[in-house]
């Protein structure tokens, strides 16, 4: 269900696809974040497979009524990086650009880290 936002000309909906794709590449922007763990192997690996980069790796998102987006990112680390330091900086880079690009306010973002890369 996407997210839909009333203006005076009219609505405007916002998917689920969009709005992890704008997490995702947030994300990847972030100091010490190595890349996106996968959560849908399958697809993750036939869109490899085509030559297509998938921007929202790793992103999982929700949303419950049209209020509450809920966001869950499967990230790496890299070796040597203080973990909660970099997932704090994924969580306010992923809060910052969806509220700036989409226009969503307060999501609820789970970061939870998948591995570590040497």
Do not use: H
């Not at 203006?7 to 689920?16: D, F, K, M, N, P």
């Not at 209020?67 to 990086?81: K, P, W």
């Amino acid at each position: 269900m996407p997210k839909t936002f009333d203006t005076q000309y009219g609505t405007i909906a916002v998917s689920e696809d969009v709005i992890a794709t704008t997490a995702g590449l947030a994300a990847i922007e972030c100091d010490g974040l190595a890349g996106m763990a996968s959560r849908r192997q399958v697809v993750d690996r036939l869109t490899e497979v085509f030559g297509r980069e998938n921007p929202g790796r790793g992103v999982e998102v929700r949303i419950v009524g049209n209020e509450d987006v809920q966001v869950e990112l499967f990230i790496i680390v890299q070796y040597g990086v203080n973990i909660y330091e970099t997932a704090q900086r994924v969580r306010q880079k992923v809060e910052y650009v969806l509220s700036e690009t989409a226009g969503i306010e307060t999501p609820n973002i789970q970061i939870y880290v998948q591995g570590v890369k040497f």
